[in-house]
C-alpha cells in the first residue's frame, strides 16, 4: 500500500489510538485534515482506504468517472453487493 502524507498532528493520531477507534476512523480523519490543507488528492486517497457505502461510489462514478476510482485503487465490495459484479463497467 502506498504511503500517504499524514496530515494528523502525533497528539491527534496518539489520542485517536488511545481511544481504540479503527483505521476507517483514522483515514476519515487523515482525510478531512488533508483537505483542510487544500491537499484534495491525498484526502481522497486516505478515504478510498475505507470500505466507501456503495452509495457513495455510485455518485464517485456519477460525479467522476469509473477511472477515477479505479485511479484510487477504492475498495468496491459494497457497490459489488449492491449494483452487481460489473457495475464499474456499466
Known amino acids: 500500500?502506498?504511503?500517504?502524507?499524514s496530515y494528523l498532528t502525533e497528539?491527534?493520531?496518539a489520542e485517536l489510538i488511545a481511544e481504540r477507534v479503527d483505521d476507517e476512523v483514522i483515514n476519515l480523519?487523515?482525510?478531512i485534515a488533508a483537505a483542510d490543507g487544500g491537499d484534495f488528492d491525498t484526502a481522497w486517497r486516505w478515504l478510498?482506504?475505507?470500505e466507501l457505502p456503495d452509495y457513495a461510489l455510485k455518485l464517485m462514478k456519477e460525479w467522476y468517472g469509473a477511472d477515477f476510482i479505479r485511479d484510487l485503487n477504492c475498495?468496491?465490495?459494497n457497490a459489488d453487493r449492491a449494483?452487481?459484479?460489473n457495475w464499474l463497467n456499466e
Not at 1 to 5: D, I, S
Open 11 to 13: 497528539n491527534t493520531r
Open 29 to 31: 480523519e487523515e482525510a
Open 48 to 50: 478510498a482506504r475505507n
Open 83 to 85: 449494483y452487481g459484479e
Open 75 to 77: 475498495k468496491t465490495i
Open 1 to 5: 500500500m502506498m504511503e500517504l502524507k
